[in-house]
Every structure is written in structure tokens, then in C-alpha cells.
């Protein structure tokens, strides 16, 4: 055997070992017969494994459509800058290794992100971000739209098939976590499976809009649950809320959110509602056919609706309860003490003024007298 027929042997098994090794995922997907979500394993063999020397850029065109897998634990410090998205980019996720990027994924608007776990669901997706600290990603969502100063705060599509999302924003941030930037929205949200566990501090909505944004362009229901679970916080000391509209939004709300499934628990803060605006945000259309859904307006120093709009804005799209179980209007009792302190040192301060300004004013009549 030639040096040449050798070195060919060797060169071509790699090749080949590498296209029969496929990827297993769970596919899931809304049976609006059954009313219930349906799931099945599919094997993904052509694709590529993220690693720390990946690129950044994910997908390749706007017409592509490309399959990643994370197979070991992935880490794109924020310094190395976020990563992105072109076209569908289907990410994979398997069980047991971790997906962080620190800096988050941006997601254009006419880009799609579809992410996919395995049969545990434990292949986690982390992003945990201090913006006080780097005060440039104040105005940037998490997985969605860039930077207004870059022109381009509006997301794309976000599907979650599966994993476990652990999101964290500390500090103030102007963006939504999932969704547009500061004054961006989503097109289209949908979760079918896995789990969301997010603390957001900001004005943005945890799911939707960034601050003075709707939370999606979508004509028709932009945010749909189907199923898995959700646990979207807005942090103290933010005003944003839970899913919907960001604070300060008082225009035409496009887009509707619809909860068919799923065990959804969505918390705002500061005057933002739990489901539907942040403060001074009006709510879209809210549908609510099944699942479990726990919404709340805590009170920090105002309240915003469980679901509704935001505090000293106006419900003015409706909201139909058509099935499904829930908890809405938890308070929190150290909130409630804390916002009768707040009222009760705004009255005396306002008593002090008028007396202040009585006594300037007889004062000033003596003298003239």
C-alpha cells in the first residue's frame, strides 16, 4: 500500500464518523385538536458543535437555515462580544452541559431562533449580565433586538421547544430580556416545553417590549404559551412587568399574548403588572384558555395590575378568561407597609409646604402692611 493510499484512508474516517453521529432532540407542537402539546424524538445529522472557538455568528445568510449543538459546556465571555443570529438558527442543547453567553444572543427582526433540548430538559441556556457594570449592554435584550444605537431594537422569533433558560439582568436595563431592545419589540414568542426562570431589573418586560415599546409587532397573538414552565420576575427597584408591554408604552398594542398551556408565574414590580404593561404601559389583548397562571402586581412603592395594564395607565384592550386556573393580585405585605410610609411622608411633606408657604405669604404682608 502507497504512502498516498494511507494518508487517504486516514483523512476520509474522520469524515465519515463524524456524519453518522447524529444528535437526538425533542421536538414538540401545539395539536389544536387535542388541545394539548405533542412531542416526539427526531435525530439531527447535520450540524454544527458550538464550541469556545465558535464563531459568534450564527447561521450564514437570511434565506439559511442552520442546526447547532452544544455537546460540552460553552462560555462566550461578554468581552468576546454576544453572539448573533442570521436566517433560522436551530440550537440544540443536550443534557447535563450549559450554554452561557454571557453577553446574550441577539436576534434581528427578520431572524428566527428555535431552541431545542433533549429528553431531561436539563441542558441549560444561562445568561447573567450586571449592566451597571457594563453600562453597554444597558439597552440591549438578552436573546432579541440589538442596541437602539445600532439601529435595530426590534426582535425576531423566539421559540422555546425545550431546556431550561436561567436568565438574570442586575441593575437597570432599558430592554426587555426576551424580546426588543429600548424601544423594540418581538415579532413572535412561543413555548412549548422546558422551563424560564428569569429576574429582570428594568423597564422592560421580562417577555416583550422594551422600555416605551409594545410587546410585538405581530398583528395577531405575538406571545403564545402552549406548555413547559415559567418563572419571569421583575426585580426591586424596576418598573417593568412580567410579560407584555414596556413601561411608558401608550400606544396601539399590535400584537395580543395568549396563554393555551403551561404553568406561567409572572411577577412585576414598581407599579408594572404581572401580565400586560409595565408602569404607565397600557396592556395588549390577553386570552387565557387553560394552563396555570399566578400573575402578580407587588407593591414596592405602587401597584400595577396582576394582569392589566400598569399603574396611572388605562386597560385598553380586553382581556378574556376562557378556561385554564388562576391566582391573580398577590400583594406582599413588607410592599404594602413600605408604600403607606411612602404616602404617609408625601402628605406631611406636602402639609409642610403649604404651611412654609402660608407663613412666607403672611410674612410678606406684614412687611407691606
Request: with cysteine; charged share 20%; hydrophobic share 30%.
Given at each position: 500500500?502507497?504512502?498516498?493510499?494511507?494518508?487517504?484512508?486516514?483523512?476520509?474516517?474522520?469524515?465519515?464518523?463524524?456524519?453518522?453521529e447524529?444528535?437526538?432532540?425533542?421536538?414538540?407542537?401545539?395539536d389544536?385538536?387535542?388541545?394539548?402539546?405533542?412531542?416526539?424524538?427526531?435525530?439531527?445529522?447535520?450540524?454544527?458543535?458550538?464550541?469556545?472557538?465558535?464563531?459568534?455568528?450564527?447561521?450564514?445568510?437570511?434565506?439559511s437555515v442552520?442546526?447547532?449543538?452544544?455537546?460540552?459546556?460553552?462560555?462566550?465571555?461578554?468581552?468576546?462580544?454576544?453572539?448573533?443570529?442570521?436566517?433560522?438558527?436551530?440550537?440544540?442543547?443536550?443534557?447535563?452541559?450549559?450554554?452561557?453567553?454571557?453577553?446574550?444572543?441577539?436576534?434581528?427582526?427578520?431572524?428566527?431562533?428555535?431552541?431545542?433540548?433533549?429528553?431531561?430538559?436539563?441542558?441549560?441556556?444561562?445568561?447573567?449580565?450586571?449592566?451597571?457594570?457594563?453600562?453597554?449592554?444597558?439597552?440591549?435584550?438578552?436573546?432579541?433586538?440589538?442596541?437602539?444605537?445600532?439601529?435595530?431594537?426590534?426582535?425576531?422569533?423566539?421559540?422555546?421547544?425545550?431546556?431550561?433558560?436561567?436568565?438574570?439582568?442586575?441593575?437597570?436595563?432599558?430592554?426587555?430580556?426576551?424580546?426588543?431592545?429600548?424601544?423594540?419589540?418581538?415579532?413572535?414568542?412561543?413555548?412549548?416545553?422546558?422551563?424560564?426562570?428569569?429576574?429582570?431589573?428594568?423597564?422592560?418586560?421580562?417577555?416583550?417590549?422594551?422600555?416605551?415599546?409594545?410587546?410585538?409587532?405581530?398583528?395577531?397573538?405575538?406571545?403564545?404559551?402552549?406548555?413547559?414552565?415559567?418563572?419571569?420576575?421583575?426585580?426591586?427597584?424596576s418598573?417593568?412587568?412580567?410579560?407584555?408591554?414596556?413601561?411608558?408604552?401608550?400606544?396601539?398594542s399590535?400584537?395580543?399574548?395568549?396563554?393555551?398551556g403551561?404553568?406561567?408565574?409572572a411577577?412585576?414590580?414598581?407599579?408594572?403588572?404581572?401580565?400586560?404593561?409595565?408602569?404607565?404601559a397600557?396592556?395588549?389583548?390577553i386570552?387565557?384558555?387553560n394552563?396555570k397562571?399566578?400573575a402578580?402586581?407587588?407593591?414596592?412603592?405602587?401597584?400595577?395590575?396582576?394582569?392589566?395594564?400598569?399603574?396611572?395607565?388605562?386597560?385598553?384592550?380586553?382581556?378574556?378568561?376562557?378556561?385554564?386556573?388562576?391566582?391573580?393580585?398577590?400583594?406582599?405585605?413588607?410592599?404594602?407597609?413600605?408604600?403607606?410610609?411612602?404616602?404617609?411622608?408625601?402628605?406631611?411633606?406636602?402639609?409642610?409646604?403649604?404651611?412654609?408657604?402660608?407663613?412666607?405669604?403672611?410674612?410678606?404682608?406684614?412687611?407691606?402692611?
Amino acid at each position: 500500500m502507497s504512502l498516498i493510499t494511507v494518508f487517504s484512508v486516514f483523512a476520509i474516517v474522520p469524515l465519515e464518523m463524524s456524519a453518522a453521529e447524529g444528535v437526538e432532540y425533542i421536538y414538540r407542537w401545539w395539536d389544536s385538536g387535542a388541545q394539548e402539546v405533542k412531542s416526539e424524538t427526531r435525530i439531527c445529522t447535520d450540524y454544527t458543535e458550538l464550541n469556545d472557538r465558535s464563531s459568534s455568528y450564527l447561521g450564514s445568510s437570511s434565506s439559511s437555515v442552520s442546526w447547532y449543538v452544544v455537546k460540552k459546556d460553552f462560555w462566550r465571555p461578554y468581552y468576546a462580544t454576544h453572539m448573533q443570529v442570521t436566517g433560522t438558527v436551530n440550537l440544540i442543547i443536550c443534557d447535563g452541559v450549559t450554554f452561557n453567553a454571557e453577553a446574550g444572543v441577539i436576534v434581528p427582526k427578520n431572524a428566527t431562533l428555535n431552541i431545542f433540548g433533549q429528553s431531561n430538559d436539563s441542558g441549560k441556556f444561562k445568561v447573567d449580565l450586571n449592566v451597571d457594570k457594563h453600562r453597554e449592554f444597558t439597552d440591549r435584550a438578552l436573546i432579541g433586538g440589538d442596541s437602539s444605537a445600532n439601529g435595530n431594537p426590534n426582535s425576531g422569533d423566539i421559540n422555546i421547544y425545550g431546556g431550561n433558560l436561567d436568565l438574570k439582568i442586575h441593575g437597570f436595563s432599558t430592554a426587555a430580556m426576551i424580546g426588543g431592545a429600548k424601544g423594540g419589540s418581538l415579532n413572535r414568542f412561543a413555548m412549548y416545553g422546558g422551563t424560564l426562570t428569569a429576574v429582570h431589573g428594568g423597564n422592560g418586560a421580562v417577555i416583550g417590549g422594551g422600555n416605551a415599546a409594545p410587546a410585538s409587532r405581530y398583528n395577531s397573538e405575538g406571545i403564545c404559551f402552549y406548555g413547559g414552565t415559567v418563572d419571569a420576575k421583575i426585580a426591586d427597584g424596576s418598573r417593568g412587568c412580567g410579560i407584555g408591554n414596556g413601561s411608558g408604552y401608550s400606544g396601539t398594542s399590535p400584537g395580543s399574548i395568549a396563554i393555551y398551556g403551561g404553568d406561567i408565574q409572572a411577577t412585576g414590580k414598581n407599579g408594572g403588572a404581572g401580565i400586560g404593561g409595565g408602569q404607565e404601559a397600557v396592556n395588549p389583548a390577553i386570552d387565557i384558555y387553560n394552563g396555570k397562571v399566578s400573575a402578580s402586581g407587588i407593591i414596592c412603592y405602587y401597584t400595577g395590575a396582576g394582569i392589566g395594564s400598569g399603574r396611572f395607565a388605562n386597560q385598553n384592550n380586553p382581556i378574556r378568561i376562557h378556561g385554564g386556573t388562576q391566582s391573580v393580585g398577590r400583594r406582599d405585605r413588607r410592599g404594602v407597609r413600605r408604600q403607606r410610609r411612602h404616602d404617609r411622608d408625601l402628605k406631611r411633606l406636602c402639609r409642610l409646604y403649604v404651611y412654609c408657604g402660608r407663613r412666607r405669604y403672611r410674612r410678606r404682608q406684614k412687611s407691606q402692611g
